[in-house]
């Protein structure tokens, strides 16, 4: 079986999971249970200065597929709500009977340099492995010129780290908010003040939905609503990108990264870990399935590196950043054509409809003479620009194939390409 | 469970209502969310054609997936008006669900159409009646039997804003959705409520206990009104033409069916204890359940050709099996004679010939039972048109019409099993009714038809 065990800034955890500082990781009862169910490691819920906020009620809503399945939940929860001496004791005894496990505590209180200094040192007291630095939260304490008040601006991103730097031992990890243009500036700002790692991606702001019987968004809270912070599957692809383009920025590449943003199985975790990610952080799935998910996850992930030979996680960390690049450099004579397997195909049409009305009438519609209700759909493939549509499609897995078609032209890209003016001689 | 050989109250009262109660659970709204949710929204959508009222399935089915089961419910009706009978009788396995894309991939199971579109129907809001009338033509049609086809043919004339009368043999309208239809199939008075909500049009006039043929001819009907729809079914039973057959004991399934479906105390039906059943239709497998149904402990389905040439589905011969019935192949009955408590059936074994047709053999055999019912096929009776001087021509027996229902005389058209098109089923009937009652509509607002001043 496949080594999961990890070693991110010098914390070692069993395997690469870590709880992210959510609900999960509010209090030592849940932390307990999911050590217990296998979790390698946990951030702890963000602690902040006494006295500690008020939580809304209703607190989360969901957006859901046409199906029934949670695409993503929205949540306008605060920081602990807990006085701090009350999680620091937990903290310090979670440690100490849990020695094996990555334990760290997310960080949020007032940008005042004293406030920084005087949490730091209760916390590193706990013997706690780390601190992460939560400068995402979107919802609440922006308002308390907290959480991504600050993530959203490089410079103050740099004075806080800067401070923690100053005033803890332990390894610190600017979290990431995910409310902004470009993942770099910030990413750079945590870099130039020292971080030692990275995680992102906090919450999205969002808003999950407008209940049509009473026109105000879910979930009200006495007739009104806030925007909320998302996550869950369908936050994914933006943490995806947002982690390659760190990994794959020269200035940046050497930044350790734990990545969260809607890990939902083995499969999320193996893609960010090749896209650079030294660890994972999960908090929806955890809260959709409870903590027994991870006996998936850890089997999953191993299985699926002993099928590819790569017996530790740092085997194929971040074997896909080197394909990440610009627009530009890829391969303009590189061509693909679907196929359409006819011994597969159900003769749905979804397929036709798809490359009829919106992409390059590519795809051909022939009643079958001899039943009534079919129709055979074919590639016309001097139509096809390889789009992939029809695949994305088609509801039969494996039907349409994209088939390289060798052109016989070399490869050639966009800074070399004849139709670019600019092109490099 | 009593053995006498005729008796009523073989069951208790629950076992009747379990018994009768609807064979096919109505959807709850989250399983036809789950189940909507399968539909691929295809472009082809095979379903829609294999629909013989072409109602757009797919469109229907999203919109149950988006809470809109309103919107859902009169696209069905849009095409088919009797959509909530048809939902529960339909053999949606030959229909739709048999071309639905779904049976070809892994899962091999189409979407439950027929299903939802019951769940469509039930849940959505009928009243006030969701289409309306344009204005009045001053046309006047007489639509000649309340059956599926008279009334798809007499609710889209009076859309069209025509005075329908509809003339009615029976004192209840319906036709075999009221006296035919497996009771487990159509349950409460959900065809009367059907009725109710079709006439809810307005312009709709009724005539009961009126007999064309023998109250009215259709040479005043075609006087007294612009146009004629006939919609009148099958009211010939086929006999068996053997010896004996005139016993008490030997009965047409149909009738026999149309007491049950009439019944207001199933216990109170006097029901055999043995029972045969001759036929290999969807008559012969409705009338063997039903006595099953109702406490017969021994019932035979004595079929002349193999269960392969039976008309009724596999799927139906399946139910019959699951009901506890028996089904014999090659077994043609030759003749009856009385016993004291009932009758005693002559079957003659058969086989296939040379040329594919069917041969008796020497083997023989006889069975016993208290009743038997014939069930071998209806066929039109020509009755109706004796005293008319012009009737429509006819062709293998049945009305002949065009693909728009159109009989032979110019005035008159026709619709449902009286016609020589399409197989004898609910939805066939009221997709004629809606395309003759197109046609009439296209007729009686022709300029021609306004100009002239022909009677
Ligand atoms: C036992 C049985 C079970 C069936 N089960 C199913 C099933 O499960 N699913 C399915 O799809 N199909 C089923 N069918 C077939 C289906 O019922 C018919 O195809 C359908 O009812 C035909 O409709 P119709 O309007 O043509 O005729 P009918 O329903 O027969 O209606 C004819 C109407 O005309 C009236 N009428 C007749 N003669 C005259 C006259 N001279 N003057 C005035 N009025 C007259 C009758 O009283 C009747 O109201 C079944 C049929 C039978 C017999
Ligand atoms: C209810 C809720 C509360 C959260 N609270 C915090 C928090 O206190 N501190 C923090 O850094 N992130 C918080 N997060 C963000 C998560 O740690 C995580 O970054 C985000 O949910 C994306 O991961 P996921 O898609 O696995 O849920 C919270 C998320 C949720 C759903
Ligand atoms: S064939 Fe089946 S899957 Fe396709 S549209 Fe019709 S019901 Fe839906």
Redesign the pocket.
């Known amino acids: 079986m496949a080594d999961l065990s990890t070693s991110f800034l010098g914390i070692h955890s069993p395997n690469p999971f870590w709880l992210?500082?959510?609900?999960p990781t509010d209090k030592a009862f849940n932390v307990y249970r999911a050590f217990e169910a296998g979790w390698g490691g946990a951030v702890w819920?963000?602690l902040g200065e006494d006295p500690p906020p008020v939580n809304a009620c209703s607190?989360?809503s969901v957006h859901r597929d046409i199906q029934g399945k949670v695409l993503g939940?929205n949540?306008i929860?605060l920081?602990t709500d807990r006085p701090l001496a009350v999680n620091l004791e937990e903290i310090r005894q979670t440690k100490k009977d849990w020695p094996d496990r990555a334990l760290l505590v997310?960080l949020m209180v007032p940008c005042e340099e004293s406030s920084w200094k005087s949490i730091l040192t209760q916390v590193e007291d706990t013997g706690c492995d780390g601190v992460?630095l939560?400068f995402?939260?979107p919802h609440g304490m922006p308002e308390r010129g907290m959480g991504a008040a600050v993530g959203q601006v490089p410079d103050y991103i740099e004075m806080v780290t800067g401070w923690c730097k100053q005033h803890t031992h332990v390894p610190v990890i600017v979290?990431l908010t995910p409310n902004i243009t470009d993942i770099l500036m910030p990413a750079q700002a945590a870099m130039n003040a020292g971080a030692d790692a990275v995680s992102l991606?906090?919450?999205l702001s969002s808003i999950s939905g407008i209940d049509l019987d009473t026109l105000s968004p879910y979930h009200a809270i006495d007739g009104q609503y806030t925007s909320g912070?998302y996550?869950?599957p369908a936050?994914k692809p933006i943490a995806l990108n947002m982690v390659g383009q760190i990994a794959r920025n020269p200035a940046t590449a050497t930044l350790p990264i734990s990545a969260?943003?809607?890990?939902s199985d083995w499969h999320d975790a193996a893609e960010f870990i090749a896209l650079g990610a030294g660890t994972v952080?999960?908090?929806?799935?955890a809260?959709l399935n409870g903590f027994k998910i991870i006996g998936d996850m850890t089997d999953g992930l191993s299985r699926w590196m002993d099928s590819k030979g790569y017996r530790t996680i740092d085997e194929f960390r971040g074997k896909a950043v080197p394909k990440l690049t610009d627009w530009k450099y890829l391969n303009l004579n590189y061509k693909t054509v679907a196929h359409i397997d006819q011994n597969t195909c159900i003769h749905c049409g979804r397929c036709f409809a798809a490359c009829e009305d919106t992409a390059h009438q590519a795809v051909s519609m022939t009643p079958l003479p001899d039943n009534l209700h079919q129709t055979q759909y074919t590639i016309i493939d001097e139509e096809c620009v390889g789009c992939n549509l029809c695949q994305i499609t088609c509801p039969i897995p494996d039907c349409i194939t994209m088939t390289e078609i060798d052109t016989g032209n070399s490869a050639i890209n966009w800074t070399q390409h004849p139709a670019n003016p600019f092109r490099e001689q | 469970m009593s053995n006498a050989p005729v008796a009523s109250n073989r069951l208790t009262p629950e076992q009747y209502q379990q018994n009768f109660a609807d064979i096919k659970p109505a959807l709850s709204h989250y399983q036809a969310k789950v189940e909507a949710a399968r539909c691929l929204y295809c472009e082809s959508a095979p379903c829609i054609s294999a629909c013989p009222t072409e109602i757009n399935i797919p469109s229907f089915i999203s919109r149950i997936a988006t809470d809109n089961i309103q919107g859902a419910a009169e696209t069905i009706l849009e095409s088919n008006i009797l959509g909530g009978s048809c939902a529960r009788v339909c053999p949606t396995e030959v229909l739709c669900e048999q071309a639905c894309v779904r049976h070809h991939s892994e899962e091999c199971k189409a979407v439950a159409i027929g299903s939802l579109q019951r769940f469509a129907i039930d849940n959505s809001t009928l009243h006030p009646h969701p289409f309306s009338r344009e204005a009045t033509s001053g046309k006047s049609v007489a639509v000649v039997g309340s059956g599926p086809a008279g009334l798809a043919c007499a609710h889209r004339l009076a859309r069209h804003g025509h005075n329908v009368t509809i003339i009615e043999s029976h004192s209840k309208p319906g036709g075999l959705n009221e006296y035919g239809i497996a009771a487990y199939k159509l349950v409460n008075d959900f065809a009367q409520r059907e009725i109710d909500f079709i006439t809810e049009i307005g312009g709709i006039d009724w005539s009961y206990e009126t007999s064309l043929g023998q109250t009215v001819t259709l040479d005043q009907l075609r006087s007294e009104f612009d146009a004629v729809f006939l919609g009148i079914g099958l009211q010939g039973h086929r006999r068996l033409n053997i010896s004996g057959e005139d016993s008490k004991h030997i009965q047409y399934a149909v009738d026999e069916i149309a007491h049950i479906r009439q019944s207001k105390q199933l216990s109170e039906l006097k029901v055999g204890n043995r029972i045969i059943v001759i036929g290999g239709g969807n008559t012969a497998i409705d009338i063997a359940c039903q006595m099953r149904r109702l406490g017969a402990t021994d019932v035979t389905i004595a079929y002349r050709r193999s269960t392969k040439q039976m008309s009724a589905t596999p799927h139906e011969q399946a139910f019959a099996r699951q009901n506890g019935v028996r089904i014999l192949e090659w077994s043609q009955p030759v003749a009856a004679e009385a016993t004291p408590e009932g009758v005693c059936i002559q079957f003659q074994k058969t086989a296939t010939d040379e040329q594919g047709g069917l041969k008796a053999t020497s083997e023989s055999f006889s069975l016993k039972a208290d009743m038997v019912y014939v069930a071998i096929g209806q066929y039109f009776l020509t009755d109706c048109f004796a005293n008319s001087q012009h009737p429509p021509d006819t062709s293998h027996g049945r009305i002949t019409v065009t693909p728009d229902n159109h009989t032979s005389l110019p005035d008159v058209w026709a619709g449902g099993d009286c016609v020589n098109k399409g197989e004898d089923l609910t939805v066939h009937a009221v997709q004629h009714g809606k395309i003759a009652a197109e046609s009439i509509h296209r007729f009686l607002t022709a300029p021609e038809q306004n100009n002239s001043q022909t009677d």
Not at chain 1, 20 to 23: E, K, R, V, Y
Not at chain 1, 281 to 285: E, G, K, S, Y
């Open positions: 992210a500082s959510a609900p819920k963000t607190r989360y939940i949540n929860e920081i997310s992460e939560n995402g939260c979290k991606i906090n919450t912070g996550c869950g936050v969260i943003g809607g890990i952080q999960v908090c929806t799935a809260m």
